[in-house]
């Protein structure tokens, strides 16, 4: 299987902050990446797919670049609504598998 | 609306066995694969496997293959994800949810990914 970690696991940051989020595979997965934010109690939400492609509907203040088996998400100016933990899930094999998560809180 | 509904919270037994539901309306459900994801409270996602409900073609994740069984009924656009035996380790919410394909195959697809998620079954199981 892909093996799937995220850095940091955790992070604090102030609204309009300037975040960034790193996900690596232990192999090349090229730009099978997609990336989905979580809010307490609710669904994953899709945010960004084929490692730069912004979901519909997703604010343009998210971003994603990498390629192989490094990737970042990118969250240019953070807001309030922000807050929440976001995965990394590789679809280069189909056997998905999701990183650990990392969670942004409020400094 | 695209949409995935899922069965309400299950609380259970030891032993005892269980079939949650996840009911596609708003698009064709059989040209979208559906998966099924795990999250223990307070920790991560865990692909468990999907379904094509065209076919019932299914793969599994090896953590999971023997646990569980996935279903469909392409007839009442709904997938089903079932237990013959639960455990307390059991306990969990799991989410269904469309993996989105531009093609039916998926295959070299940069696009594969979870874009419909269900809102979550809870299920409790007691010792």
């Known amino acids: 299987d892909i093996q799937m970690t995220q850095s940091p696991s955790s992070l604090s940051a102030s609204v309009r902050d300037r975040v960034t989020i790193t996900c690596r595979a232990s192999?090349?997965?090229?730009?099978?990446l997609n990336w989905y934010q979580q809010k307490p109690g609710k669904a994953p939400k899709l945010l960004i797919y084929?490692?730069?492609s912004l979901q519909s509907g997703v604010p343009s203040r998210f971003s994603g670049s990498g390629s192989g088996t490094d990737f970042t998400l990118t969250i240019s100016s953070l807001q309030p609504e922000d807050f929440a933990t976001y995965y990394c899930q590789q679809s280069y094999s189909t056997a998905f598998t999701f990183g650990p998560g990392t969670k942004v809180d409020i400094k | 609306e695209v949409q995935l509904v899922q069965s309400g919270a299950e609380v259970k037994k030891s032993g005892e066995s269980l079939k949650i539901s996840c009911k596609g309306s708003?698009?064709?459900?059989?040209?979208?694969?559906i998966g099924w994801v795990r999250q223990v409270t307070g920790k991560g996602l865990e692909w468990m496997g999907t379904i094509s409900p065209g076919d019932s073609a299914s793969r599994y994740s090896p953590s999971f293959q023997g646990q569980v069984t996935i279903s469909a009924d392409k007839s009442i656009n709904t997938a089903y994800l079932q237990w013959s035996s639960l455990k307390a380790s059991d306990t969990a919410m799991y989410y269904c949810?469309?993996?989105?394909?531009?093609?039916?195959?998926?295959?070299?697809?940069?696009?594969?990914?979870?874009?419909?998620w269900g809102q979550g079954t809870m299920v409790a199981v007691s010792s």
């Open positions: 084929a490692a730069s």
């Open positions: 949810a469309r993996r989105y394909c531009s093609s039916i195959s998926c295959y070299g697809d940069l696009k594969d990914s979870f874009d419909i």
């Open positions: 192999q090349s997965i090229n730009r099978y």
């Open positions: 708003g698009y064709s459900f059989t040209s979208y694969w």
